[in-house]
T-cell receptor, first 113, second 116 residues
């Protein structure tokens, strides 16, 4: 079973920031938080990952709480092309079961004009 | 685009038949994972291949089997197809282990299998 909890759906106005929450209260010390998204009829796309520090890349920012029990993915200026299902996943990043991404149902983000 | 390709894009089979799906990994990736995604659900891990050996398996019956070739491309075989096997089948390749690199997975576009 997925170790994360996400809201099933969210709306966001185009041009505004989209903040997608994720709860992972049972995360272990060696587990990272990964975010993927899946645009309709395509394969999932990696967005970002982090351990305990906030991370930013060209796609998004990841804010992880100090106790690491929750995180927020931020799309700073959402566009219509960001409409997708967003998955929050916790997993080890080095060795171990590197292939085993456990997906939940994710959050369906709808960006509206 | 991730550089991971899958074929065919769509496939229709009847119950009881066998099917083979193919995946070409991104250049330099020696690990391929397969996932099944039913409609409205997140992808479910089937198994992973690392250097031509199975390296982990999810909760799928033995009629789901796979191969990885020396060039790291991979096949997923499903025997005795059932109606519930209708799904999007995704493969993902990942960076080599070790060297301090994280195991980010790059997904292909998937093969849509319909079992009638």
């Amino acid at each position: 079973d997925a170790k994360t909890t996400q809201p099933p759906s969210m709306d966001c106005a185009e041009g505004r920031a989209a903040n997608l929450p994720c709860n992972h209260s049972t995360i272990s010390g060696n587990e990272y938080v990964y975010w993927y998204r899946q645009i309709h009829s395509q394969g999932p796309q990696y967005i970002i990952h982090g351990l305990k520090n906030n991370e930013t890349n060209e796609m998004a920012s990841l804010i992880i709480t100090e106790d690491r029990k929750s995180s927020t993915l931020i799309l700073p200026h959402a566009t219509l092309r960001d409409t997708a299902v967003y998955y929050c996943i916790v997993r080890v990043a080095y060795g171990g079961s590197q292939g085993n991404l456990i997906f939940g149902k994710g959050t369906k983000l709808s960006v509206k004009p | 685009e991730t550089g991971v390709t899958q074929s065919p894009t769509h496939l229709i089979k009847t119950r009881g038949q066998q099917v083979t799906l193919r995946c070409s990994s991104q250049s330099g990736h020696n690990t391929v994972s397969w996932y099944q995604q039913a409609l409205g659900q997140g992808p479910q891990f089937i198994f992973q291949y690392y250097r031509e050996e199975e390296n982990g398996r999810g909760n799928f019956p033995p009629r789901f089997s796979g191969l990885q070739f020396p060039n790291y491309s991979s096949e997923l075989n499903v025997n005795a197809l059932e109606l519930d096997d209708s799904a999007l089948y995704l493969c993902a390749s990942s960076l080599p282990r070790g060297g301090g690199s994280y195991n980010e997975q790059f997904f292909g576009p998937g093969t849509r299998l319909t079992v009638l």
